[in-house]
């Protein structure tokens, strides 16, 4: 089976982050493409690790070559998925994780029509708020900017496959596994069914007797 792309979708505050963390330090199978922004880093977020910070114009110049998979303007900064990244990780035969917005969501399927689409809903709008002013790292304009595109965001949940209730992030995981696990026997994924059903129906036919016996 070929490995596939994960997009996780979600207002700010909706969780993907954390949920991307656990499937990272769970499956052996799921790599993580690290994004580039224009934004700058958040309390202990890592340059390289959480993100590749750029400055605006080293964006625009990775743009203008092609580099991205897709791109967005998101809060007012501009966010995009390094083709590199993930034909990286697709390299080590592994399934690519992706946390990206719903613009980006729609540009990356065109080029990976493969691509599995999951939306994480937050449990209510108390946490959704509660989550996000519990960052404390932001100011109130970027907040309130946050809690309009989420509104935003939320509208755009019919182009997902799949939609799963972040109200606990075990329950949550466990959803998000399951899907993964049922992605990966679709038939369409699966390389040479075919051949191996045609190796099956050729021993059957040996087996079947051309005059079977009258009892
Ligand atoms: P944050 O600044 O909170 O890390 O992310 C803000 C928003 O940008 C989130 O909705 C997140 O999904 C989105 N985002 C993060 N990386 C990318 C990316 O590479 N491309 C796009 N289109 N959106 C991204």
């Not at 972040?166 to 696990?181: C, K």
Request: aromatic share 6%; glycine share 8%; hydrophobic share 40%.
């Amino acid at each position: 089976m070929s490995p596939f792309p994960i997009i996780l979708s979600a207002p700010s505050g909706g969780g993907k982050t954390t949920l991307a963390k656990l499937l990272l330090a769970r499956r052996s199978d799921v790599g993580y493409s690290v994004s580039c922004t224009t934004r700058q880093p958040r309390g202990q977020e890592e340059d390289g690790r959480d993100y590749h910070f750029l400055s605006r114009t080293a964006f625009e110049e990775r743009r203008d070559a092609g580099a991205f998979a897709e791109h967005a303007e998101v809060h007012g900064n501009l966010y995009g998925t390094l083709k590199s990244e993930v034909e990286g990780v697709f390299g080590t035969g592994r399934h690519v994780v992706m946390d990206i917005d719903v613009q980006g969501a729609r540009q990356f399927v065109s080029s990976y029509p493969e691509s599995v689409l999951i939306f994480l809903l937050p449990p209510s709008a108390e946490v959704l708020v509660s989550r996000l002013l519990g960052r404390k790292t932001e100011s109130a304009a970027a907040t309130q900017r946050r809690l309009t595109a989420a509104r935003d965001e939320l509208a755009a949940v019919g182009q997902y496959q799949y939609v799963v209730v972040n109200d606990d992030l075990e329950r949550a995981y466990g959803q998000v596994a399951s899907i993964l696990e049922a992605e990966a026997v679709r038939h369409q994924r699966l390389p040479m069914v075919s051949q191996r059903v045609r190796g099956l129906v050729d021993e059957l036919n040996r087996l079947i007797l051309p005059h079977p016996p009258t009892t």
